[in-house]
């Protein structure tokens, strides 16, 4: 029994080399076109011709692929035939194809290990097709339309990453927002993107993809920050090629106020002039000065845009009160100086409270016959702006006739009230005889009244109209009354 199991397994080893010996055996072709794949009409065929024979036995093709042990090139070559470059060369004789398919009797065959055995290098198409990161040779003799493996083993079709680094805007301003875009690397699994401050300390590693390429960031102090690419290909490798930008973050502008006043006493109807012109920007120019006017409650009440030096606003307040003024630089980069003490000053604006007086007119004096023409000097005073005064004045009076008529002086101390322009006010003063050695004429009190318009008001400087009638007291009335018309600046 021994010798006959002994023989079976010898049988079998025999059969198994020979059939190996066999399939390992090269067919010989000296001729093609007598097992066409598909049938080929004219006599150059051409790669249109070709692509719409293979789409038109797509079903054909994939059943050979699949023959052949190949299946998972049928859908590659399939889509990339169409746009691939389909190259017209000839296939050297002796050159083995590790598989042919073609056609016999209609049915599709696949012939292994053919040698192309003729007596001229075979004319054929070659088209390249990826598979999996491999680049496959597929043979196409002109003459049949068959299709056949190259022999060459496939080429590794990873290819080197290229990086792009675009970076936008390239000039920012604190807090502004910065798009790192590494969209345009080519052939990249993955990219890497480090940023570093001008010291070169790195401050940030973002990780990016094809899929999802950009990124967002940005900076709260000025200066320049440098960004770093690399992208990775398929396998893993690093780019070589330069991949680098920077970004600079521009430094805002420095605001400097100077005031006219401060504290602004007796400013009312006074310009008040706010100077910015000492602002500096470190690396740029002023292009702008905004000022802002708040009232004692934070509301704005007025405000001034200037584009252009000196950058100087006057104001003249027409109110007393306390304002606060806000100025902002901005440079030619758009930032705007912060808010800072300096540039943000709270003042008190108060009104004139105390003028000198001049005046003079025309008067009728009781007693006389002659008209008088008087002239006064003094003091006003608000008790309350624009409510209630006080005015003290003295002066005298000139008869426009001779003896026995003199020099008459008068002097008051009024309280008036105002009503907008209008004002009428009374007191008390004294005033001297018209005539001399008279026992009717006599120096004494009076109880003047004054009643008048305000003509102009300059805030600093005031003109008044008036008339005014002095009552005596304990005197004969009609020898001392006295009455005029005149006009009194106040300044």
């Known amino acids: ?193 480090e940023v570093y401050d001008s010291q070169g300390q790195k401050l940030a590693t973002q990780e990016l993809t094809p899929a999802s390429p950009k990124w967002q960031t940005k900076f709260d102090k000025p200066g320049e920050y440098s960004f770093k690419g690399v992208a990775y290909n398929m396998a893993g490798e690093p780019t070589s090629n330069p991949c680098a930008g920077k970004v600079s973050i521009n430094f805002p502008p420095i605001c400097k106020l100077w005031t006219s006043c401060m504290p602004c006493e007796d400013y009312v109807g006074r310009p008040i002039t706010f100077d910015a012109s000492g602002s500096s920007d470190p690396d740029g120019k002023i292009v702008k000065v905004v000022f802002e006017l708040l009232d004692a409650q934070g509301n704005v009440i007025d405000t001034c845009v200037t584009t252009r030096a000196p950058w100087v ?61 008087f002239l006064r000097a003094g003091l006003f005073a608000w008790i309350t702006p624009d409510k209630w005064s006080f005015t003290l004045s003295a002066g005298g009076g000139i008869p426009f006739k001779g003896d026995p008529w003199k020099l008459v002086f008068t002097g008051d101390a009024l309280i008036s009230g105002h009503f907008q322009s209008f004002f009428i006010g009374t007191g008390i003063g004294v005033s001297s005889a018209t005539m001399p050695k008279d026992d009717l004429h006599k120096f004494g009190v009076d109880i003047p009244f004054q009643l008048g318009f305000q003509v102009f008001d300059k805030w600093t400087s005031k003109g008044q109209v008036f008339a005014e009638f002095r009552a005596p007291l304990g005197r004969d009335f009609d020898s001392n009354y006295k009455a005029g018309l005149g006009f009194r600046f106040l300044f």
């Open 1 to 193: 029994m021994n010798w006959r199991k002994s023989l079976v397994c010898f049988v079998v080893l025999a059969l198994a080399v020979t059939t190996a010996v066999s399939f390992a055996q090269t067919t010989k072709l000296k001729r093609i076109g007598l097992y066409t794949f598909g049938t080929i009409k004219g006599q150059d065929p051409t790669p249109a011709t070709m692509k719409g024979l293979f789409d038109a036995h797509a079903a054909d093709v994939k059943t050979g692929f699949d023959l052949a042990g190949n299946p998972e090139l049928y859908q590659p070559f399939m889509e990339q035939m169409k746009t691939a470059e389909w190259k017209d060369t000839t296939l050297p004789v002796g050159e083995v194809l590790p598989w042919m398919l073609f056609k016999s009797h209609d049915q599709v065959k696949v012939a292994r290990n053919i040698e192309w055995a003729g007596k001229e290098p075979l004319p054929v198409f070659i088209v390249n097709i990826e598979k999996d990161w491999k680049i496959y040779e597929i043979v196409i003799p002109k003459g049949c339309g068959n299709i056949a493996l190259s022999g060459k083993p496939p080429v590794d079709a990873i290819k080197p990453a290229v990086c792009a680094l675009v970076l936008v805007p390239e000039r920012a301003n604190a807090n502004d927002p910065i798009t790192v875009d590494m969209s345009g690397s080519l052939n990249a699994k993955s990219m890497t993107v």
């Open 313 to 373: 606003w006057e104001k003249v307040f027409t109110k007393a009160g306390t304002y606060t003024i806000n100025t902002t630089v901005f440079d030619n980069d758009g930032a705007q100086s912060p808010a800072s003490d300096p540039c943000r000053l709270t003042f008190e604006v108060t009104q004139k409270k105390l003028f000198w007086t001049v005046g003079g007119g025309l008067g009728l004096y009781g007693g006389s016959t002659a008209l008088y023409g």
